[in-house]
């Protein structure tokens, strides 16, 4: 994660918005596919007050001249989310092969969850050589490459990584393209990304709960775990990051995020301000009422445990695909269920997952070379995505991944996502029996975006965007979980500090942005 510019991006980047969390993470939104789909887009060209992906960089692979490997390196490398317990052993074992096949190592440092939509722009602004860093939609990509936080690598790409950079399809590396320059490697799928409500099914069927299909089911779920099961939080939430503010915005209608509190419409292209919605002030009352249920504790904003579920703190959580998956392999007993509260979705993008070179590495063509392993040697890539195998994991005679000690590696559970490869993508064993029903019944209601492909500039707003994610921060999250006394007097105040930060100018710059984008793509 990189950025030259030294200036912060505070935005609010929620893994909610459908397409994006994690499911890479993990899906905000924020992570990968528990099934990889071979990635098809098709790009559209962006105009130059956007991001624009003008032309994609050709994928035919000059020949390879021989690379000098003679310098040992070592490969700094920014990963999102935390490692497992047995991740050093992993990765000494995935050093040897890159020491032994191109003289090189790599460190990996961590980006948490709580913290990755204030460190990651710091890491970046800070000029600390990083080789490698995982980027995505959802930690701005669009935005710091237009700053130029990353390197491109449309020249080293076909020399250092031919094989990966000759198998892209050129609309798909388009969407990673920027003015005209390739700044990343995006993984290789699609899907239909969607955030939804993780709960235990033991407990829908202890206290006969039937379905969750909306906000409202969701907190009959909480109420009975409240009343009926001590020592355990009803739901897992990291307060800097988390919240069910965007679920609502979602749940009402076609909106996609801009940047917290924008959204636009994809029916009509509008853009809006969420905390205009007419619905926010029963929204906020409702967050007040539940936070005063004990749905969640009042210390919530401090909290940075996101594995409350899995460590069976916690009988609930927001989050992907993947982490339900994950956390069902672990525990099968719990009978994990995926529920999201809206009839619509939307397929992924490129850059919903990707690696990029940050424009202070020290060893771009050595990081593109190990890239390339990651990405065509199903040895590297089964290291970094499943363990050590006969240790963490074996495959079944029929391909299937068998987890041995996911308390010690669980599968895609750790920030692999950035070069995620449809060809070596093995299912788990003791997958959800439901998991492939869930992924027929969201492309089901998947929808058409037809801005998928466009990025603001926040060059005219920076000042503004950066005031406004601060006001949030501030004011609209303690709102978002129920602990302002007066939620009607709160809401005004965000209202009145929210217009001071400028609110509306940024508003007007957004609409004027997607003007044009629908101006120049018809």
């Known amino acids: 994660m990189k950025k030259t510019s030294r200036f912060i991006y505070l935005m609010a980047c929620t893994v909610l918005m459908l397409s994006l969390v994690l499911a890479s993470c993990g899906t905000v939104a924020t992570p990968a596919a528990s099934v990889a789909a071979t990635a098809v887009a098709t790009a559209t060209a962006a105009p130059a007050s956007t991001v624009a992906a003008t032309t994609a960089p050709a994928t035919t692979a000059p020949s390879a001249p021989a690379m000098d490997t003679s310098k040992a390196v070592v490969l700094s490398t920014y990963l999102i989310g935390g490692p497992a317990k047995d991740y050093d052993m992993v990765l000494a074992e995935f050093n ?7 003289n090189a190592t790599m460190t990996v ?6 913290d990755f939509t204030t460190k990651y722009p710091l890491v970046l602004a800070s000029g600390e050589p990083i080789d490698l860093i995982y980027a995505s939609t959802w930690t701005n990509f669009y935005a710091n490459a237009q700053k130029g936080a990353f390197m491109a690598i449309e020249d080293l790409a076909p020399v250092y990584a031919p094989k990966s950079f000759a198998k892209y399809d050129p609309a798909w590396l388009k969407q990673a393209t920027v003015n005209g320059h390739l700044y990343a490697f995006p993984a290789n ?10 709960v235990r099914g033991d407990f829908m069927t202890k206290y006969n709960i039937p379905d969750i299909k909306n906000m409202d089911d969701y907190g009959v779920y909480l109420d009975a775990i409240v009343k009926n099961e001590k020592g355990i939080l009803p739901s897992c939430f990291v307060g800097t990051s988390d919240g069910l503010d965007t679920y609502f915005v979602a749940q009402e209608h076609h ?6 509190p924008f959204f636009y419409d994809i029916d009509t292209g509008k853009v809006i301000n969420m905390n205009d919605m007419p619905d926010m002030p029963g929204f906020f009352a409702k967050m007040k009422e539940w936070s005063d249920k004990g749905y969640w504790p009042k210390s919530v904003l401090s909290n940075k445990d996101d594995q409350q579920l899995q460590e069976g703190l916690a009988a609930s959580r927001l989050h992907n695909q993947d982490t339900w998956n994950t956390a069902y392999v672990k525990h099968p007993e719990w009978d994990l269920r995926f529920f999201w509260g809206q009839d619509w979705g939307l397929s992924t993008v490129a850059m919903q997952d990707g690696m990029a070179i940050p424009g202070s590495a020290a060893n771009p063509e050595r990081a593109l070379m190990l890239l390339e392993k990651l990405k065509t040697d199903e040895a590297y890539y089964d290291l970094l995505t499943y363990g050590i195998r006969g240790v963490h994991y074996e495959v079944t005679a029929d391909n299937l991944i068998k987890p041995l000690n996911p308390d010690a590696f669980a599968p895609e559970g750790y920030c692999s996502w950035g070069f995620k490869q449809p060809e070596f993508y093995k299912p788990l064993v003791g997958s959800p029996p439901t998991l492939t029903k869930v992924k027929e019944e969201l492309k089901s209601i998947a929808i058409k975006n037809p801005y998928e492909l466009f990025t603001v500039n ?23 979980f129920g602990l302002v006394a007066d939620p009607v007097a709160g809401l005004a105040v965000l209202k009145d500090k929210q217009k001071a930060a400028g609110a509306d100018k940024a508003l007007v710059e957004l609409q004027k942005q997607l003007d044009e984008f629908k101006a120049a793509n018809p």
């Open 109 to 114: 440092n961590w980006i948490g969850w709580a």
């Open 255 to 260: 909106y996609v995020l801009l940047s917290k």
């Open 458 to 480: 926040l060059d005219p707003i920076k000042n503004e965007i950066a005031a406004m994610a601060d006001v949030m921060a501030q004011y609209e999250t303690p709102l978002a």
């Open 96 to 102: 040897k092969k890159a020491k032994a096949d191109l």
């Open 189 to 198: 799928f699609s899907q239909v990304g969607m955030m939804g409500y993780i």
